[in-house]
T-cell receptor, first 113, second 114 residues
Framework: NAGVTQTPKFRVLKTGQSMTLLCAQDMNHEYMYWYRQDPGMGLRLIHY???????AKGEVPDGYNVSRLKKQNFLLGLESAAPSQTSVYFCASSSLGVRTEAFFGQGTRLTVV | AQSVAQPEDQVNVAEGNPLTVKCTYSVSGNPYLFWYVQYPNRGLQFLLK??????LVKGSYGFEAEFNKSQTSFHLKKPSALVSDSALYFCAVRDGNAGNMLTFGGGTRLMVKP
Protein backbone atom coordinates (compact mmCIF):
# COMPACT_ATOMS: atom_id res chain seq x y z
CA ASN A 1 0.00 0.00 0.00
CA ALA A 2 1.83 3.08 -1.27
CA GLY A 3 -0.44 5.70 0.38
CA VAL A 4 0.37 9.16 -0.98
CA THR A 5 3.12 9.41 -3.59
CA GLN A 6 4.64 12.66 -4.82
CA THR A 7 6.64 13.09 -8.01
CA PRO A 8 9.35 14.40 -8.30
CA LYS A 9 11.15 14.42 -4.94
CA PHE A 10 13.58 17.17 -5.91
CA ARG A 11 13.63 19.80 -8.62
CA VAL A 12 15.61 22.91 -9.50
CA LEU A 13 13.94 25.45 -11.77
CA LYS A 14 15.07 28.68 -13.32
CA THR A 15 12.96 31.77 -12.78
CA GLY A 16 10.16 31.85 -15.30
CA GLN A 17 10.11 28.13 -16.02
CA SER A 18 7.01 26.06 -15.49
CA MET A 19 6.50 22.66 -13.94
CA THR A 20 3.86 20.32 -12.58
CA LEU A 21 4.01 18.38 -9.35
CA LEU A 22 2.07 15.15 -9.28
CA CYS A 23 0.34 13.66 -6.27
CA ALA A 24 -1.22 10.20 -6.38
CA GLN A 25 -3.12 8.41 -3.64
CA ASP A 26 -4.34 4.85 -3.60
CA MET A 27 -6.69 5.08 -0.60
CA ASN A 28 -9.78 6.19 -2.54
CA HIS A 29 -9.83 9.45 -0.57
CA GLU A 30 -12.20 12.23 -1.55
CA TYR A 31 -10.14 15.12 -0.19
CA MET A 32 -6.71 16.12 -1.41
CA TYR A 33 -4.51 19.05 -0.41
CA TRP A 34 -1.35 20.85 -1.46
CA TYR A 35 0.72 22.60 1.24
CA ARG A 36 4.01 24.41 1.23
CA GLN A 37 6.39 24.30 4.18
CA ASP A 38 8.76 27.16 4.86
CA PRO A 39 11.05 27.61 7.86
CA GLY A 40 9.26 29.27 10.77
CA MET A 41 5.93 29.34 8.92
CA GLY A 42 4.66 25.83 9.31
CA LEU A 43 2.46 24.38 6.60
CA ARG A 44 0.35 26.72 4.54
CA LEU A 45 -2.51 25.48 2.38
CA ILE A 46 -2.17 26.35 -1.30
CA HIS A 47 -5.18 24.64 -2.87
CA TYR A 48 -7.40 21.72 -2.01
CA UNK A 49 -10.02 19.50 -3.60
CA UNK A 50 -13.10 17.87 -2.15
CA UNK A 51 -13.66 15.55 -5.05
CA UNK A 52 -12.92 14.75 -8.68
CA UNK A 53 -13.31 17.82 -10.85
CA UNK A 54 -13.45 20.28 -7.94
CA UNK A 55 -10.77 22.57 -6.53
CA ALA A 56 -10.68 25.45 -4.06
CA LYS A 57 -8.19 28.09 -2.99
CA GLY A 58 -6.38 27.84 0.28
CA GLU A 59 -4.35 30.38 2.20
CA VAL A 60 -1.61 31.06 -0.38
CA PRO A 61 -2.93 30.24 -3.88
CA ASP A 62 -1.27 32.99 -5.94
CA GLY A 63 1.14 31.72 -8.57
CA TYR A 64 -0.22 28.17 -8.48
CA ASN A 65 -2.89 26.24 -10.33
CA VAL A 66 -4.31 22.80 -9.65
CA SER A 67 -6.37 20.16 -11.36
CA ARG A 68 -8.13 17.02 -10.21
CA LEU A 69 -9.23 15.21 -13.33
CA LYS A 70 -9.07 11.82 -11.66
CA LYS A 71 -9.99 11.04 -8.07
CA GLN A 72 -6.60 9.55 -7.28
CA ASN A 73 -4.49 12.38 -8.72
CA PHE A 74 -4.02 16.02 -7.72
CA LEU A 75 -1.67 18.14 -9.82
CA LEU A 76 -0.01 21.37 -8.72
CA GLY A 77 1.26 23.65 -11.47
CA LEU A 78 3.63 26.57 -11.44
CA GLU A 79 3.22 28.53 -14.66
CA SER A 80 6.12 30.95 -14.16
CA ALA A 81 8.30 30.01 -11.24
CA ALA A 82 9.67 32.69 -8.91
CA PRO A 83 12.38 32.45 -6.21
CA SER A 84 9.65 33.03 -3.60
CA GLN A 85 8.24 29.64 -4.56
CA THR A 86 11.35 27.89 -3.31
CA SER A 87 9.90 25.59 -0.67
CA VAL A 88 9.07 22.04 0.29
CA TYR A 89 5.69 21.01 -1.09
CA PHE A 90 3.53 18.39 0.56
CA CYS A 91 0.48 16.65 -0.78
CA ALA A 92 -2.06 15.07 1.55
CA SER A 93 -5.32 13.20 1.28
CA SER A 94 -8.16 12.29 3.62
CA SER A 95 -11.46 10.53 3.46
CA LEU A 96 -14.82 12.27 3.59
CA GLY A 97 -15.73 14.20 6.73
CA VAL A 98 -14.23 16.65 9.19
CA ARG A 99 -13.24 13.93 11.66
CA THR A 100 -10.71 12.22 9.45
CA GLU A 101 -6.96 12.64 9.62
CA ALA A 102 -4.90 13.44 6.55
CA PHE A 103 -2.14 11.26 5.14
CA PHE A 104 0.92 12.97 3.75
CA GLY A 105 3.36 12.30 0.96
CA GLN A 106 7.12 12.51 1.42
CA GLY A 107 7.39 15.98 -0.02
CA THR A 108 8.98 17.69 -3.03
CA ARG A 109 11.89 20.02 -2.47
CA LEU A 110 11.73 22.76 -5.09
CA THR A 111 14.42 25.36 -5.62
CA VAL A 112 13.87 28.27 -7.98
CA VAL A 113 17.06 30.07 -8.98
CA ALA B 1 -11.49 32.01 9.83
CA GLN B 2 -9.94 29.07 11.62
CA SER B 3 -6.43 29.33 13.01
CA VAL B 4 -3.92 27.47 15.13
CA ALA B 5 -1.12 28.87 17.28
CA GLN B 6 1.88 27.03 18.65
CA PRO B 7 3.49 29.61 20.91
CA GLU B 8 6.85 27.85 21.33
CA ASP B 9 9.26 27.47 18.43
CA GLN B 10 11.30 24.97 20.44
CA VAL B 11 10.85 22.90 23.57
CA ASN B 12 13.83 21.37 25.34
CA VAL B 13 13.42 18.51 27.79
CA ALA B 14 15.66 15.93 29.39
CA GLU B 15 15.13 12.28 28.61
CA GLY B 16 12.79 10.68 31.12
CA ASN B 17 11.10 13.94 32.03
CA PRO B 18 7.51 14.76 31.07
CA LEU B 19 7.00 16.94 28.01
CA THR B 20 4.29 19.34 26.89
CA VAL B 21 3.93 20.97 23.48
CA LYS B 22 1.33 23.72 23.47
CA CYS B 23 -1.40 24.44 20.94
CA THR B 24 -4.31 26.87 20.94
CA TYR B 25 -6.96 27.19 18.28
CA SER B 26 -9.71 29.45 17.01
CA VAL B 27 -12.79 28.22 15.17
CA SER B 28 -16.38 29.34 14.77
CA GLY B 29 -17.91 25.89 14.99
CA ASN B 30 -16.94 22.65 16.65
CA PRO B 31 -13.20 22.01 16.58
CA TYR B 32 -11.66 18.82 15.24
CA LEU B 33 -8.04 18.78 16.37
CA PHE B 34 -5.02 16.79 15.24
CA TRP B 35 -1.35 16.36 16.14
CA TYR B 36 1.28 15.34 13.61
CA VAL B 37 5.01 14.64 13.90
CA GLN B 38 7.66 15.24 11.24
CA TYR B 39 11.09 13.61 11.30
CA PRO B 40 13.91 15.11 9.20
CA ASN B 41 13.35 14.89 5.44
CA ARG B 42 10.06 13.05 5.91
CA GLY B 43 6.39 13.76 5.50
CA LEU B 44 4.03 14.32 8.40
CA GLN B 45 2.81 11.36 10.43
CA PHE B 46 -0.49 11.38 12.28
CA LEU B 47 -0.24 11.03 16.09
CA LEU B 48 -3.72 11.55 17.49
CA LYS B 49 -6.97 13.46 17.14
CA UNK B 50 -9.78 14.91 19.20
CA UNK B 51 -13.25 14.58 17.74
CA UNK B 52 -15.64 14.50 20.68
CA UNK B 53 -16.01 12.85 24.06
CA UNK B 54 -13.17 12.41 26.53
CA UNK B 55 -10.95 15.43 26.86
CA LEU B 56 -7.83 13.26 27.19
CA VAL B 57 -6.93 11.58 23.92
CA LYS B 58 -4.32 8.84 23.65
CA GLY B 59 -2.32 8.31 20.52
CA SER B 60 0.75 6.69 19.02
CA TYR B 61 4.17 6.25 20.69
CA GLY B 62 2.82 7.01 24.19
CA PHE B 63 1.66 10.52 23.34
CA GLU B 64 -1.58 11.98 24.63
CA ALA B 65 -3.30 15.32 24.31
CA GLU B 66 -5.66 17.24 26.53
CA PHE B 67 -8.55 19.17 25.02
CA ASN B 68 -9.69 22.21 26.99
CA LYS B 69 -12.67 23.96 25.47
CA SER B 70 -12.69 26.96 27.81
CA GLN B 71 -9.03 27.69 27.09
CA THR B 72 -9.33 26.65 23.41
CA SER B 73 -6.23 24.52 23.84
CA PHE B 74 -5.08 21.08 22.77
CA HIS B 75 -1.68 20.48 24.36
CA LEU B 76 0.39 17.43 23.46
CA LYS B 77 1.91 15.52 26.38
CA LYS B 78 4.04 12.53 27.18
CA PRO B 79 4.86 11.31 30.69
CA SER B 80 8.45 10.31 29.92
CA ALA B 81 10.35 11.73 26.93
CA LEU B 82 12.71 9.69 24.76
CA VAL B 83 15.62 11.00 22.70
CA SER B 84 13.87 9.47 19.69
CA ASP B 85 10.91 11.81 20.28
CA SER B 86 13.05 14.68 19.01
CA ALA B 87 11.22 16.00 15.94
CA LEU B 88 8.99 18.76 14.64
CA TYR B 89 5.41 18.67 15.93
CA PHE B 90 2.40 20.26 14.29
CA CYS B 91 -1.06 20.95 15.63
CA ALA B 92 -3.93 21.22 13.12
CA VAL B 93 -7.63 22.04 13.20
CA ARG B 94 -10.72 21.59 11.11
CA ASP B 95 -13.66 23.86 11.83
CA GLY B 96 -16.99 22.02 11.91
CA ASN B 97 -18.59 25.02 10.21
CA ALA B 98 -15.90 25.43 7.55
CA GLY B 99 -15.86 21.85 6.39
CA ASN B 100 -12.83 20.71 4.60
CA MET B 101 -9.90 23.00 5.21
CA LEU B 102 -7.19 21.60 7.48
CA THR B 103 -5.18 24.42 9.03
CA PHE B 104 -1.80 23.90 10.67
CA GLY B 105 0.14 25.76 13.32
CA GLY B 106 3.70 26.93 12.77
CA GLY B 107 5.24 23.87 14.36
CA THR B 108 7.29 23.27 17.52
CA ARG B 109 10.67 21.62 17.50
CA LEU B 110 11.07 19.19 20.38
CA MET B 111 14.61 18.48 21.52
CA VAL B 112 15.06 15.66 24.02
CA LYS B 113 18.55 15.51 25.50
CA PRO B 114 20.08 12.42 27.07
Amino acid sequence: NAGVTQTPKFRVLKTGQSMTLLCAQDMNHEYMYWYRQDPGMGLRLIHYSVGEGTTAKGEVPDGYNVSRLKKQNFLLGLESAAPSQTSVYFCASSSLGVRTEAFFGQGTRLTVV
Amino acid sequence: AQSVAQPEDQVNVAEGNPLTVKCTYSVSGNPYLFWYVQYPNRGLQFLLKYITGDNLVKGSYGFEAEFNKSQTSFHLKKPSALVSDSALYFCAVRDGNAGNMLTFGGGTRLMVKP
